[in-house]
């Protein structure tokens, strides 16, 4: 059974750093893309950023290009994001994603399993 588990959020100060961390298990991590989504309160989910099964090409939702850095590691079957700069309008539950294949970009659809979320709370 395919299951991911996120950690590393928490509650910070605008222009802190965090690294979510997802660990996934059940199928070979290696062969998929991964994806991280946000949802902040009152709003729908929102892509952030995808990486490739491999970790060559990665893809970053305006609002996170420049401050967040998707990465990978296979031997280890974890994908991370690294969230610097951070801002208020940040604060949202972030979930880990594994898509339908080698690699997907911004559409949820296209990713079939879902961690269950990490909050990440972000105080000016």
């Known amino acids: 059974q395919e299951q991911l588990v996120e950690s590393g959020g928490g509650s910070v100060q605008a222009g802190d750093s965090l690294r979510l961390s997802c660990v996934a298990s059940?199928?070979?991590?290696?062969?998929?893309?991964m994806g991280w989504f946000r949802q902040a309160p009152g709003k729908a989910r929102e892509f952030v950023a995808s990486?490739?099964?491999?970790?060559?090409?990665?893809y970053y939702a305006d609002s996170a290009k420049g401050r967040f850095t998707i990465s990978r590691d296979n031997a280890k079957n974890t994908v991370y994001l690294q969230m610097n700069s951070l801002k208020p309008e940040d604060t949202a539950v972030y979930y880990c994603?594994?898509?339908?294949?080698?690699?997907?970009?911004?559409?949820?659809?296209?990713?079939?399993?879902w961690g269950q979320g990490t909050q990440v709370t972000v105080s000016s």
């Open positions: 059940g199928r070979t991590f290696r062969s998929y893309g």
């Open positions: 990486i490739s099964w491999s970790g060559g090409s990665t």
């Open positions: 994603a594994q898509s339908r294949g080698t690699y997907s970009e911004a559409k949820e659809w296209e990713y079939d399993v």
